[in-house]
């Protein structure tokens, strides 16, 4: 079974930083694309970056120059580094992978989200 747990959330002033952590744990053979969504109140989710096994990086617009997202193969895990942080900015923050385990091929998983809230 392969779960995802984020973790780093929590209240913020505008202008500071957070950084998110999610580590994927089962039985795991492969992990490709690692992605940080996030869904305000009354929005749609939305992809804010997204990082390729190799490395490769693409961000929303809204966070580009602000967020850098990096991760460790070795130890399955992706984080987020959240700079100058807005009020517009305030989300649960979602992980999500791209995942082969075990008996399975490559199936797309979430985490269950952490708070972010940037508020004075």
């Known amino acids: 079974q392969v779960e995802l747990v984020e973790s780093g959330g929590g209240l913020v002033q505008p202008g500071g930083s957070l950084r998110l952590s999610c580590a994927a744990s089962?039985?795991?053979?492969?992990?490709?694309?690692m992605a940080w969504y996030r869904q305000a109140p009354e929005k749609q989710r939305e992809l804010v970056a997204r990082?390729?096994?190799?490395?490769?990086?693409n961000y929303a617009d809204s966070v580009k120059g602000r967020f850098t997202i990096s991760r460790d193969n070795a130890e399955h895990t992706v984080s987020l580094r959240m700079n100058s942080l807005k009020p517009e900015d305030t989300a649960v923050y979602y992980c999500?992978?791209?995942?082969?385990?075990?008996?399975?091929?490559?199936?797309?998983?979430w985490g269950q989200g952490t708070q972010v809230t940037v508020s004075s």
């Open positions: 999500n992978a791209n995942i082969w385990s075990t008996g399975s091929s490559y199936r797309n998983y």
């Open positions: 089962g039985s795991l053979v492969g992990i490709n694309d």
């Open positions: 990082i390729t096994h190799s490395g490769n990086t």
